[in-house]
């Protein structure tokens, strides 16, 4: 099969043949080429070593200079460049502590994590497969290079590659490579938080989530989500529920949009019942004020994973408001007061959120369910179509007025506003500047009285 590569990449292959260098491209592009997906860049493997590289071309990075890897730089894209190499001793399950450029290919390929990305392309020789990476992509299997115990050994971090493979793939992992996790999972205490949250992120956010089932039978949340294996434990002796929290969890998860906020939310939106269940005299489960449990081990597990303070805060928030009208007697003031807290901007992803909820559980009571929801939906078209004030920018007065009324600045004119505020949720036809001057009056003789 001939693979398209692009014109940037081929001049790059040219120029080091033409050096007398061998060159190919190798790994993921072959991979996803051969598969008849997009790749998201792509890398070539040469015989020149790295000082060779850098006489070669004008503009070049020095990406990891010492492991043989260089950034070639063509209109602005970079293109790593990586001399054979044979990797000396891993001491921390994650580095080679050195590594010895190599004339071979082979060598080259051999040091590489699965079967599928261990082949190398060149325009005019083909496809070089020694591993049987097409094999193993035709019968749709992650397969270590080589003995897959020392490949783990090597990189702990290829343990969660190997699952996050099978999750964006939808393949499976062959049995010996799958035993050899096994051995090693508890390696995954040398791998950084940054890393394992890299190849996580990846994986949930792939088209087959319901591989956290697999990371969790192969023992890999235990090591870094072992709340998740908590929630694979709690069942949900309850009508409205036909499985435990963790598959709960999972079918969310299938049916929210792949962005990382929504499918975070999804994985954390009910981490807190674990620790809220309780059973009636009938044997039944409840699992009170379970969201306001789950919004701090949410945040505590997103610190673990040094994820970033904007995903953290929406994923907290959709945790934290996921139940909101569940009950189905939200009044419209009720309604109000939950998006000036939540913010009406970020209503579409709780809607999204609460659909896959409902998707994730039995079929008890679904219409009454779905007219709550309904009512919900109609509650907030009503409050966008009205432009009703839900925070202290959207009243008729400011600062400027109640600073006109002799209120100092600071936290009374805080506590006037927001009391303001209030007042207008009840009643949105309340925000007109004389009713909002009347009622700070009233409050401010009440306050001194």
């Known amino acids: 099969m001939k693979i398209m590569i692009p014109e940037d990449v081929l001049w790059i292959l040219r120029k080091l ?36 590289v850098k006489a070669l071309f004008r503009r070049t990075i020095d990406t990891g200079l010492k492991h043989g890897t260089i950034t070639v730089m063509n209109h602005g894209v970079g293109y790593e460049v990586t001399t054979f190499r044979v990797d000396g001793t891993y001491s921390d399950h994650r580095r ?20 599928i990305n261990a082949m190398a392309y060149h325009p005019e020789s083909g496809l070089v497969d020694l591993y049987g990476g097409q094999e193993d992509m035709e019968a749709k299997m992650i397969r270590a290079v080589g003995d897959p115990n020392e490949r783990f050994n090597e990189d702990a971090l290829r343990i969660f590659r190997a699952v996050r493979f099978a999750a964006q793939l939808g393949f499976s992992i062959e049995p010996e490579t799958e035993a050899a996790i096994r051995n090693h999972v508890k390696d995954l205490t040398h791998v950084s938080a940054e890393r394992i949250e890299t190849e ?16 969790y039978r192969l023992g890999i949340t235990a090591e870094f989500l072992p709340e998740f294996d908590r ?20 079918a969310v998860m299938q049916h929210v949009s792949p962005s990382k906020t929504m499918r975070y939310a999804a994985l954390l939106h009910d981490v807190g019942k674990p620790a809220c269940r309780s059973t009636d005299e009938a044997g ?7 969201p306001a449990v789950g919004e701090p081990l949410a ?31 939200v009044t419209p003031a009720a309604f109000r007061r939950g998006m000036s807290k939540m913010g009406i901007e970020h209503f579409p992803e709780y809607l999204e959120l609460r659909k896959a909820d409902m998707k994730g559980q039995s079929d008890y009571l679904e219409d009454e369910k779905q007219a709550g929801l309904d009512e919900i939906v109609r509650m907030y078209e009503k409050t966008v179509e009205e432009q009703s004030a839900l925070n202290v920018r959207d009243l008729a007065i400011g600062g400027r007025e109640l600073k006109a009324m002799d209120v100092p600045a600071g936290p009374m004119m ?6 303001l505020l209030e ?17 700070a009056e009233d409050y401010l003789k009440q306050s001194t009285d």
Request: aromatic share 8%.
């Open 17 to 52: 043949n033409r050096a007398g260098y061998e060159a190919y491209v190798v790994g993921g592009c072959v991979r996803d080429s051969l598969l008849g997906r997009e790749p998201s860049d792509w890398d070539i493997t040469t015989g020149a070593e790295p000082l060779q």
């Open 96 to 115: 080679p502590e050195n590594v010895t450029f190599s004339g071979n290919l082979k060598d080259d390929l051999m040091r590489r994590d699965f079967t």
């Open 284 to 290: 039944v489960d409840h699992f009170k004020k379970h």
């Open 231 to 250: 929630m694979m434990q709690t069942p949900q002796n309850t009508p409205y529920h036909y499985t435990d929290v963790g598959h709960h969890t999972i």
């Open 423 to 439: 007042f207008v949720l009840t009643d949105p036809a309340r925000n007109t500047a004389e009713q909002l001057i009347r009622e």
């Open 299 to 329: 945040r505590e597990i997103m610190k673990r994973l040094k994820m970033d303070n904007r995903t953290t805060e929406d994923v907290c928030r959709l945790v934290l408001w996921h139940d909101f009208g569940i009950q189905g007697d």
């Open 200 to 215: 996580f992120t990846k994986l949930i956010c792939s088209p087959h989530p319901e591989e956290m089932e697999l990371l």
């Open 414 to 419: 805080g506590k006037v506003l927001q009391h």
